[in-house]
């Protein structure tokens, strides 16, 4: 795969046209996915069929793939089971060796994988950067801490110095994993390191339309000497490979829609085993009547319009204090009216593509309807297929109510709306105000008064000055939703534990737990009686 520089993007700012020709030495998909790279990437794929993925930069096909079957689903979980006791058995110094090694080679060959995370997704480059980003850190901290995480425990037993108790963290076995399109690459092999690393093998459903950045992270960690059997992926129609995929699972991740998340979750309790969830959001940022309102719009434009709003914690609810509402939508809308929408694979463009169909349609609708029912448009607000066919200009809209569509439901795209408020605390119960509770936003001078204001938000993750960056980046701290945004959290000791069972050895030492010493069944109780009375005045826990 070409390893290039980037050149500069063919950019357009909102109201003009495109540069029409591609500039010299920009990368083409013909140039990135030849059709050495599609039989080098898919021979990862356990699949009897053909099907295939496009960009949306053009609707072009970007390559033909295999697809998988129901029996092609269960045969990679028999690979992955028969993989996975030999890497348990690996020590985790020698599985997090692998987590490190992987690190280098995805900061060493950034281009190729930012190439193909624009080609499948539309996104602008510093956008799929982010995604480079976010794995890199990942895999740093599970490389670095997974030892310590699934290191041994000793816990005082029942009867202290005479029970040695000691917790092991066992892995589950193969975990079965679907991964969507919106970030292929971090919320794939993102969420696969810590599993991999505490020896577990994994079965991943990527999406069709974003399975080659998958397939590429697969080739590289197996470069960096992950076993290729351990890691299988299989390609197909969701509804149809999915579940299959939860049928053969000890433990599902999942992140998508609400919707199909409850089906996962059903699917996964009827055989008894684990699921995690990252599912939708209706995310809300509170603009405080002493934020810097420059800052704050400056950085609303990087919360509601990265990857042209197709992201989970990106956010779709601005309340602003009426105080400074004026101010900050005037210096909002002129920032966002200055982005510029580019289909480049080169850095220079603030926002890309929406990735599909369906996705045009339900911001079209939902802009509409609103526009229709009485909202005004500030900003944007128009399809732009001079650029690309699925392009839509980053949108704010103001004076929306309910029962609009964009009110209430999640619209994943680049449009947001804007409230006034006039006292804290109602807005707090705005912003809690819906059946989500993934990422909230809130921006003060005041720092207390931002963390008392956070801990009142009933979300997954809270930012202070920021849309959500600082929290889903800090990997040490867990991320994931309340309510109906999820079930479970990614990152720190909570997403690498998640993917163990906790093991409970206890050997009792000198004495049993039973009568003893020619104690009958009544003396044996007062001693226990006595003991345990002893021991609560000796502050044992």
């Not at 040490?476 to 000791?493: A, I, T, Y």
């Amino acid at each position: 795969m070409t390893d290039s520089t980037d050149s500069q993007a063919s950019a357009a700012p909102l109201g003009t046209n495109p540069v029409a020709a591609t500039p010299a030495g920009v990368r083409t998909a013909a140039d990135v996915v030849t059709p050495e790279v599609i039989a080098q990437l898919t021979r990862g794929v356990v699949g009897s069929g053909r099907t295939a993925n496009h960009t949306p930069f053009t609707g072009e096909k970007l390559a033909d793939l295999p697809e998988s079957t129901p029996e092609d689903v269960a045969t990679a979980f028999e690979r992955a089971r028969a993989a996975q006791p030999a890497w348990a058995a690996t020590p985790v110094r020698t599985r997090a060796a692998v987590l490190l090694r992987f690190h280098d080679l995805v900061l060493e060959r950034q281009a190729e994988v930012l190439d193909l995370i624009q080609l499948e997704t539309g996104k602008a480059r510093l956008h799929a950067h982010e995604e480079v980003q976010a794995v890199a850190v990942s895999a740093r901290h599970y490389g670095r801490r997974a030892a310590s995480y699934l290191k041994p425990k000793r816990h005082t037993g029942v009867v202290p110095t005479l029970t040695k108790v000691t917790e092991l963290r066992q892995p589950r076995g193969v975990i079965g994993q679907i991964a969507p399109w919106n970030y292929p690459f971090e919320l794939s092999v993102g969420d696969a390191l810590p599993a991999f690393v505490s020896g577990n093998a994994l079965v991943m459903k990527p999406d069709t339309e974003t399975a080659l950045t998958a397939l590429w992270a697969r080739d590289l960690l197996i470069e960096a000497g992950l076993p290729a059997e351990v890691f299988q992926v299989v390609l197909g129609d969701g509804p149809v490979v999915g579940p299959e995929v939860v049928k053969h699972a000890d433990y599902v991740s999942f992140t998508g829609s609400t919707r199909t998340g409850r089906e996962v979750a059903q699917g996964a309790a009827a055989r008894l085993v684990g699921v995690s969830l990252e599912l939708g959001g209706k995310n809300a940022m509170l603009v405080l009547k002493d934020a810097d309102v420059e800052k704050a719009a400056a950085g609303a434009v990087r919360a509601c319009f990265s990857s042209a709003g197709q992201l989970c914690i990106s956010i779709e609810r601005l309340y602003v204090h009426e105080s400074v509402a004026d101010d900050f939508v005037e210096r909002f809308a002129a920032r966002t009216k200055a982005m510029r929408l580019g289909n480049s694979l080169a850095y220079g463009a603030d926002m890309g593509s929406l990735v599909g169909e369906r996705q045009l349609e339900t911001v079209t609708q939902h802009v509409a309807e609103a526009v229709e029912k009485g909202a005004t448009l500030v900003a944007g607000g128009v399809a732009r297929p001079d650029i690309g066919p699925l392009f839509y200009e980053p949108t704010i809209l103001d004076g929306v109510e309910a029962p609009m569509a964009v009110c209430t439901q999640e619209t994943f795209g680049p449009v947001v709306s804007i409230y006034r408020f006039s006292d804290e605390d109602e807005v707090i119960a705005l912003a809690n105000a819906t059946p989500y509770g993934l990422n909230s936003s809130v921006w003060t001078k005041d720092s207390k008064r931002g963390h008392q204001v956070a801990a009142r938000l009933r979300t997954g993750t809270v930012n202070i000055n920021e849309g959500y960056a600082p929290a889903y980046g800090s990997v040490q701290s867990p991320m994931g939703g309340m309510k109906d945004s999820g079930l479970g959290r990614r990152h720190g000791s909570e997403g690498i534990l998640k993917y163990t069972e906790a093991q409970t050895v206890a050997q009792q030492r000198l004495i049993p737990l039973a009568p003893s010493f020619g104690m009958d069944d009544e003396k044996y109780a007062a001693f226990m009686s006595r003991s345990l009375k002893a021991m609560k005045a000796f502050r044992l826990r």
